[in-house]
């Protein structure tokens, strides 16, 4: 079960049906491609399984890759890491051209055991290109070594510059579809590849993901507009902050922060329009960003995310402490109850201060769940981009910084 | 070498001498304490050495604490863990009551060699506390244990209720200052018991932060007040971004975003003050957060950190991957510099679009640098809070939630 609840109230406009029908005409249009990913798994799934069978047996798997090609796979990672089974691979993640993080990740595996994927939609991304030179170095592997391919495989658009190496030197390529931004690309082969080899049910994953599509489209609700009208008011708040409660879900910000402030920080002709998104986590942010929520600027949302039965729980102990005894609690407290229950005292805090707060809470945080979330959120981010009146789906503004850098130091 | 250089104009106004005095003022009062805290620090250095000689071989120094019992010790340590010995002990942190999260960390410690910090300035942390009972219960120890002192001590307030259960108990107790409060207690006992037991040359890192104490209070230059004055023009940006180069940062941005909202998100009267503080990894958070700091509103100012000197390097090789040519760099350029030169020229682009942009640059990332960059941005916290004439040292706002909770779930 998801549910979200708004704490808030978006009286029923024709605006709604108007932008009903504009995401139904973009959903319907196949212009953007990440709406059909649940069902386009089917064969992604097969073609993985088939590969496997190939492959040797394989300790680590290692993410080379950055932005849309590493968040997501992190998010889900981190969320269902609790599920990992121990004769499943682990998952590795290469993201940042930093000497002291590369030598940190590469110094614990072993190329034997190991299998880079190197994503990269565009197959250019420089920093991703720049740690799978210093991978092949590190190991003593290079392309047109026999063993290279067994080592190597590449996640990219069919057709890339990554594509085509890949195929020169017997490397597998999976595609991510090309009308797939990385961002929104979780669930296509950029998320799915990796998870499937660690283990994570992907099939469940993606199911989670297809229910989200189908409540939403068989228009089982209007929550989903509501809280995109509400965050994109003009009035209102530019701060989006999600609250999650358990550190699982400190990937699942990343990604979401990404999304949110890759999606809709735009230029709308002289206009510059987005939000700033931010992630905390519960109960921890409590003892940090929460003071400024309730008594800084009235510029925030607030969406809470908690898990109504966690995976695993343990009684906080009915002893006590002498002196410190004015914290004792009832009996039959659970630390996950305690955790749940915080979010809700936190919660009434803050709508009590006048904030616009909703809030999402998962039965499970299993793989469906998961799939549910990742969609949510992704329909949340196209929704205000209709809203908006923006192309949700480029990014423009980084373009200037790769320039200016490859002016200097390119070849 | 620390240097600041400010991308934006501030003009000598008296407003810079009145902020000058102020600071002066606060500082001669002693009222605020963790101005002292690199002078007090030799005592108790010597404090944890004489303790340290009657302790056993441990392995796991595990701090159990929340906030700004935990973010300060984990900033040091995270910035400062390429330079760990293998010999010195780990350190751990159990700041969620989330019971995935204590399981995954209680499971791969043993007793034997490990202790338990119980870190909380008041001593009646409820999350803090919960979690030591359920360490009492998971590894069979209990106050009145014979050996009880020898796993668990604390780091408190003199006289609070917790230092009164260490001395019931038998229980080690060192003390943060009561003029110290949570946030900017990472140079106190808090922060230095911790990292000293792990082998942080916590010498080094007070010397550091008395450097900058003595460079701002010999007023050597007027760049922090400058920076203080660009962050509360009442006109201006109120989402400060901190763009840190390298993944050593990660646990430092944390820390600047509690010391940033809980410090200075005040209500003053009527008013609601405040500013939104985002952590933001580079080159990472390029292929994230950085489109909305180009294309949308301008209503940040972004600080770039990066390290000139890197302790640990290693060459980009000078490889061609065929049909990848088209991002081959120049020969010699090694992974930090394209760190570094990636920085400069994102930041180039910043400034290109006219936001307010400043740079710190560390010429090492070591234990003298980690103590300047903390003190300064601790100074940069006590201007912000005086040019607004709100109290940066409490946190009025997060009492209720408490009070909700108790209400619920205490007995």
Not at 67 to 95: C, I, Q, R, W
Not at 115 to 122: D, M, P
Not at 224 to 242: E, F, P, R
Not at 258 to 286: H, M, Y
């Amino acid at each position: 079960m998801f549910t979200n609840t708004l704490y808030f109230d978006i009286p029923h406009t024709p605006k709604i049906e108007e932008i009903w029908n504009k995401i139904s005409a973009e959903y319907n249009s196949s212009v953007i491609g990440y709406y059909n990913l649940p069902i386009d798994g089917e064969k992604l799934l097969l073609d993985i399984g088939v590969w496997k069978t190939g492959v040797r047996n394989i300790q680590n798997i290692v993410v080379v890759g950055v932005g849309g090609s590493s968040l997501g796979t992190k998010a889900v990672y981190s969320m269902l890491f609790h599920e990992k089974k121990t004769d499943t691979p682990n998952l590795h993640f290469l993201e940042n051209i930093d000497p002291i993080a590369i030598k940190k990740t590469l110094q614990d595996i072993k190329l034997d055991e190991s299998l880079f994927l190197l994503v990269s939609k565009s197959g250019t991304t420089l920093d991703t290109i720049s740690i799978a030179k210093i991978i092949m170095v590190y190991f003593n592997i290079f392309p047109g070594d026999k063993q290279f391919g067994k080592y190597f495989a590449a996640v990219t658009d069919n057709g890339s510059a990554l594509n085509k190496f890949a195929n020169e030197y017997g490397l597998k390529s999976f595609f991510i579809p090309k009308n797939v931004g990385g961002r929104f690309s979780v669930l296509s082969a950029a998320g799915i590849v990796p998870l499937t080899l660690c283990g994570v049910d992907t099939v469940k994953l993606l199911e989670g993901a297809a229910a989200c599509r189908d409540d939403f489209f068989a228009r089982k609700s209007d929550t989903l507009i509501k809280k995109a009208l509400a965050c994109t008011l003009k009035s209102g708040q530019n701060i989006n902050v999600l609250f999650s409660y358990s550190d699982i879900f400190r990937d699942f910000n990343a990604w979401f922060v990404q999304l949110w402030a890759e999606s809709l920080g735009k230029k709308k002709g002289e206009e510059r329009v987005g939000f700033t998104p931010v992630g905390l986590i519960g109960a921890i942010d409590q003892h940090s960003f929460l003071q400024l929520i309730i008594d800084g600027p009235k510029d925030k949302s607030v969406t809470f995310i908690r898990v109504e039965n966690m995976a695993y729980d343990m009684p906080v102990p009915d002893i006590s402490l002498k002196y410190i005894e004015k914290i004792n609690l009832k009996k039959g407290i659970s630390a996950a109850s305690l955790l749940n229950e915080q979010a809700i005292a936190t919660m009434k805090s803050v709508i009590n201060e006048g904030v616009i707060t909703d809030e999402i809470v998962l039965s499970k945080a299993d793989a469906y769940h998961a799939g549910y979330l990742i969609y949510y959120f992704e329909l949340l981010t196209s929704l205000c981009g209709l809203i908006l009146g923006i192309n949700a789906y480029n990014q423009p503004g980084v373009e200037i910084g790769k320039k200016i850098l490859l002016d200097k130091l390119g070849k």
